[in-house]
Each structure stands twice: as C-alpha cells, then as structure tokens.
C-alpha cells in the first residue's frame, strides 16, 4: 500500500491515477488440476466436472474446466515468490495501509481449460473519498481486470472495489479535532 | 474421489421464488486453513488475530477467495454441468469470523429467454449468511441453463 504522510490531496490523486493501466501481466503457470482442486477443497466442492478428467471428457465442456470464479488465479503470479511489481490498487496512494474488499463482481464469456495460458490487464477505474466503519475518510478504489488466453481472447472481466483505511490510533486525534 | 456428477438443472423447468440448495459451514481453524490454501491469499488480517485488531477489525475475518468460492459453488452445484455463470457479483458488508456457522443460499428473481435459443438466462439472489449478523454478503447472478428440447445430455 502507498500510504501517504502528512497532506492527502484526493483531487491530484484521481487526476494521475484515474485510467492508468498496467501492461498486460502473463500468468506464471498454465491452467493446472492441482490448484483446482485445493480450490474446490477450500469450499469442500467435490463436482466432478473439476476434479475428474475422464467425467469431464464426457461433458459439453470436452474436459476439466476452471471453476469460473477463480479463472483470474491462473493470470497470476501467486503469493511466492513475490512479482516485481506490486498490484496496481496497492500503489494508488491512499491516508492509510489497510485494506479490504468490498465490492467484487464478474463477467465470463469462455472457459479456461487445462493447459491454458491466461493474462490480465487492470485499470483503475475511480479512486474517491467516503466514510466507512474502519475509518470516516477512507480512500476507494475501484478497478477492472480483463482476463485473455493464449489466443488472446477476453474470458473474463472482473471489477474489484477495496477500501483502504487507517488504524483507528491513527485518526482518533482527528475525531477529536473536529469534536466527533 | 470426487463426488457424483451434478443433476442437469433446465431452464424450462426453473421458477421465479425457487430456492437453491445451498450449504452451511462451521468456521473452524481447519476451514482458516483451507481459505489460505484455496485462495493462496496471505493477508495477514484474514489469519493474524492481532494484526486484524490493530486495523480496526474485532478478529480475523475469512478472504474474498472464500466468499467468492462459496458463492461460485452454490452456482455451479444448482445450475449442472452445462450451466454457465454469466455474470456474478457481490458486497462483503459484513464478516464471516471463526466461529460462525455460516450459510450460502439463493433465490430465483426471474427468467428470460436471451439471444440464444439453446440456452435461457435466469437472474438470482445469492447471498451467505451467518448466525451472529444476518446476511453478511449479499449478490446477484445471471446464469445461463440449458432448454430442455436442445440439450445435448
């Protein structure tokens, strides 16, 4: 997070930041069995059309397909080893360090198979100023996320709203400040 | 081993007020777990009790991979193999905590017949809810399931 001491100007903030996008980041493996199935055993999904090959083979789909809503997993490089450069939400400044999601929604338009290359692309889409529990001027930011495969096809289109807040030692002189 | 195949659910045979299924879990340190493992997310304030409390938070709450895979379960089980999620979205308003028994449910809103003759869009309310706050994490869907006359299984 790009925390920023001292004057936060929200204006200069969406002026520099408002449509910036990455490059088009590739994921760092192709489409894997075995992360889909500790996805599926995260919320005990024992659906054969994910977990069994030769089922698969037998449906519509030809074979495995990814659970759609972890399809952004594989544009990714993972947890670890860190990438060079840090997701481009957490480098929108913001009054403080942490951060939550809110807002989470998708469109997808194709499957991703096993053995498939995925990329993605993110923009940020808004960036504004407005209260929530955490924290009476927290920072919002809302981005898009495309998703393509190797053949450069768009197969989903994530849009993603986090919140970032400071610690509640760091803004109760303010509160008291303002007679909160 | 996985499980059986999931029942082929028809367009034609859906109606507005149906409700799906929709499972329930106890939020224990093996699910903290499985989020972690699941999702590959590492914050710190989905697994660290004390650093959730130093940001604001009452504990540790579960990730939005969790959320996310919870919801898309609830989806996919209902609709069957030649389902497809079209869109999908949701607000995390409150925490899923350990703890909890928590459960994911939806509701048909309506049904349309869409651009493709094979296929029919259906809208949904999805949502998980917990026994401590209600309604945590409320969404929608649209979904795309197969005509009974045209399906290919």
């Known amino acids: ?180 | 081993m996985s499980g059986e195949p999931r029942a082929q659910r028809y367009w034609d045979d859906v109606s507005t007020g149906d409700d799906l299924e929709g499972f329930t879990f106890t939020l224990g340190w093996t699910e903290l777990a499985k989020q972690v493992s699941g999702s590959q997310d590492f914050h710190k304030v989905h697994h660290d009790f004390e650093f959730a409390r130093e940001g604001g938070h009452e504990t540790i709450f579960y990730n939005t991979g969790f959320t996310r895979g919870c919801l898309g379960r609830l989806l996919t089980d209902w609709m069957g193999p030649e389902g497809w999620i079209k869109t999908f979205g949701f607000q995390m308003r409150r925490m899923n905590t350990p703890g909890d028994v928590m459960s994911v449910k939806g509701r048909v809103r309506g049904k349309a017949e869409g651009d493709d003759p094979e296929t029919g869009v259906v809208n949904l309310e999805i949502w998980i809810e917990n026994t401590r706050e209600g309604v945590t994490t409320p969404g929608t869907a649209t979904v795309l399931l197969p005509r009974r006359a045209q399906s290919t299984s």
């Not at chain 1, 490059?23 to 493996?29: A, F, L, W």
């Not at chain 1, 659906?47 to 990714?76: Q, R, S």
């Not at chain 1, 080893?81 to 998708?106: M, Y």
Request: hydrophobic share 35%; aromatic share 10%.
């Open chain 1, 1 to 180: 997070m790009t925390k920023v001491e001292g004057e936060y100007d929200i204006e200069a903030v969406r002026a520099e930041w408002i449509g910036r996008k990455t490059p088009v980041y590739h994921g760092r493996y192709p489409v894997e069995y075995d992360p889909i199935r500790r996805y599926c055993h995260m919320v005990e999904d024992d659906n054969p059309l994910f977990l069994d090959p030769e089922y698969a083979a037998t449906t519509k789909w030809g074979g495995v397909i990814v659970p759609p809503v972890m399809t952004d997993y594989f544009a990714g490089g993972g947890a670890w080893p860190e990438e060079d450069e840090p997701a481009l939400v957490l480098q929108v400044p913001t009054r403080g360090d942490r951060t939550i999601n809110l807002n989470i929604s998708w469109e997808f338009i194709r499957p991703a198979r096993i053995g498939d290359r995925l990329s993605r692309q993110t923009e940020i889409e808004d960036v504004y100023e407005k209260r929530t529990r955490l924290d009476p001027r927290s920072i919002w930011i809302a981005a898009k996320t495309t998703i393509f495969n190797q053949d450069g096809e768009v197969i989903a289109i994530g849009r993603n709203t986090m919140v970032a807040h400071r610690r509640p030692e760091e803004f109760a002189a303010e509160l008291e400040g303002n007679g909160a």
